[in-house]
């Protein structure tokens, strides 16, 4: 094994638009949490799809200047985008491009071979309603040593077919050692409440369930052991929601390297861990993943503008 995290999903631009203006980020759920976990000192491979355009080349540099390596699928269409409108709650609202609703991966030996050599497996806003780059994806994860972590992170804009997700990932979901889930998760693929997903996913083989609430703060649920958390309060106002439940998730994912077996006292500081950081997160504009430590000594009236 290789000491190392893969992440298999998304990478794109986040365009941003509010009462203030327009403003471009580099972002995607997986890229967000392969940067994280480097941010959190685990080193970390990230497999997506990016353009050949300056886009792609901003996705890169970004990826370069964090540490992550890339393992990058070419676009015909160039790289994927998302523009997102800004709510007065501060949720954004996510419209995609072509290249983000036709994402892809292409399973050659160098993807194959980063993940049989992974100690973790990390998927997030992967196409599960492809079922041919779900099948591809079972393919090159069957037989492989590492630990599988889900974090399905469906976007209605990016999916063609809400059934076929549902099936691709609870194909997937069945073999995984953490799943993360999160209300609107639930609300989308099953129109149901938090509770009975959580439910499903036990009952599917689920080691651990990651349920995040919003403001309720969040869940883990690991055999017998349930633990709860709060939302983290830190100093400092909520400046941006997005990227939150990425940095919880990088932080349980960083949670299971050292593979031992947790108690409820451990599972209960791993997810104390990732509430922090997710509030952290909340503290910037963007969505990259920042440290609870990041927030000492800063002027916190002026982060984030």
């Known amino acids: 094994m290789s000491g190392r995290i893969v992440v298999i999903g998304d990478a794109l631009i986040d365009e941003l638009r509010d009462d203030t203006g327009v403003r471009e980020f580099v972002g ?70 072509a290249a983000a609703q036709a994402r892809g991966i292409v399973f050659g030996d160098d993807v194959r071979d980063a993940i049989a050599d992974a100690d973790i497996v990390a998927v997030s806003c992967y196409p599960f309603d492809n079922a041919e780059q779900t099948e591809l994806l079972a393919a090159a994860l069957e037989g492989t040593p590492g630990t599988l972590a889900i974090d399905p992170n469906p976007r209605s804009g990016m999916m063609s077919d809400l059934d076929g997700f549902v099936r691709g990932f609870e194909t997937l979901a069945a073999w995984a050692t953490l799943v993360k889930v999160g209300e609107d998760d639930a609300a989308l693929l099953y129109g149901e409440p938090l509770d009975a997903l959580r439910a499903r996913l036990v009952e599917l083989g689920v080691d651990v369930v ?20 709060p939302i983290s309060n830190l100093p400092g106002r909520i400046v941006d929601t997005m990227g939150a439940g990425d940095a919880a998730f990088a932080a349980a994912v960083a949670s299971l390297m050292d593979g031992a077996e947790k108690d409820e006292d451990a599972w209960g500081e791993a997810l104390e861990r990732a509430m922090d950081v997710a509030a952290a997160t909340c503290r910037f504009e963007g969505a990259l993943l920042r440290l609870p430590e990041s927030l000492a000594d800063l002027d916190l009236d002026r982060i984030g503008t």
């Open 210 to 229: 990651l349920a995040t609430q919003g403001s309720s703060g969040a869940t883990i649920e690991a055999g017998d052991i349930v633990v709860t958390r």
């Open 28 to 97: 995607g759920a997986a890229l967000n949490v392969a940067v994280g976990l480097t941010r959190l000192g685990v080193p970390t491979t990230l497999i997506a799809m990016v353009g050949d355009d300056e886009a792609g080349a901003h996705i890169r540099s970004y990826l370069a200047d964090y540490g992550v390596d890339l393992i990058a699928t070419p676009s015909a269409l160039g790289s994927s985008r998302a523009v997102s409108t800004r709510s007065a709650a501060g949720e954004p609202v996510y419209e995609f491009n």
